[in-house]
């Protein structure tokens, strides 16, 4: 990866790492459902208006079903599974299960677009499931179904970025990373919308405050991430494109102890150093790859 691709995945970490926080402060209080769907909802309005100022072409009638699949797989079920999860569990913890994303990604690379499943790769997926295992049993969790069913959750979110990672790779390469931001958005909130029967909006939390927060996590953690996120698939591939989440459990910590206050407990810290270390081991190239790369750049 190049110096733009690096300082990329820097600020999509922190971004990324805010939006845990803005997770946990606004699920309760609007309602999970609600606060996942107007994130998307207000993050693809205001694309949209963005591609009707400059006339872009966002090529809709050819690729709507490609938005509305990554819609769904990259943004409405894993916003909308954290968001419930973030009633019980820490923000800081949600970022570390989301470290698994690229754990997943390989996975299904292995599955769908022929990418060796090496041993190191099994190790660090081993790992994965130790570091969730020890933050689950250590992290003085209240033992209820309700926390067995975030962590659930936890575990099925990083799953969805990682499906939506090899779909874009392998149907939607040709998509303009834009659009894919913009259209994915706006349909993965339409998508989710019929849950909000089942989760209601809270009208009666919308304080001034409150608007101007959805909007900021909106246009900041959708709308301008998304964009970043998606040109990060183009050039580097989602694999690398993932690995964004080695950084985002640090600034969600970072976020967390700064603005709300949660306190990094040793079992989190030390389910991160688990699920980190197998995120490495999944993600880095063989060496023999990498002397080759070596030795045609000398």
Known sequence: MGITDVLLLLGLSAIWGSSFIFIRYLAPLIGPVAAADLRMLLAGAALLLFFLAFRFTSDWRKNWRH???IGVLNSAAPFALYSIAALYLPAAMEAIFNAMSPMFGALFAALWLAE?????????????????????????LPASLETSLAILACLLAPMCYGLAGVY??????????LAIAGGSQLLGGLALM???????????????????LVVAFALLCSALAYVIYYKLIADVGPTRALT??????????????????????????AGALIILAGTFLVTAPRRKSALRIAGRRL
């Open 194 to 212: 019929p849950f909000l029967l089942v989760s209601p909006l809270r009208v009666s939390a919308l304080s001034a405050q409150v608007v101007l």
């Open 67 to 69: 938005f509305l699949v």
């Open 116 to 140: 060796k499943l090496t041993p190191s790769k099994i190790a660090g997926l081993v790992l994965g499931v130790a570091g969730v295992a020890v933050m689950s049993s250590l992290g003085n």
């Open 168 to 177: 874009i790779k392998k149907r939607a390469g040709s998509a303009k990373p």
């Open 244 to 269: 964004v989440t080695f950084l985002i459990p640090v600034f969600a910590m970072l976020w967390g102890a700064l603005l709300i206050g949660e306190p990094v407990t040793l079992s989190m810290a």
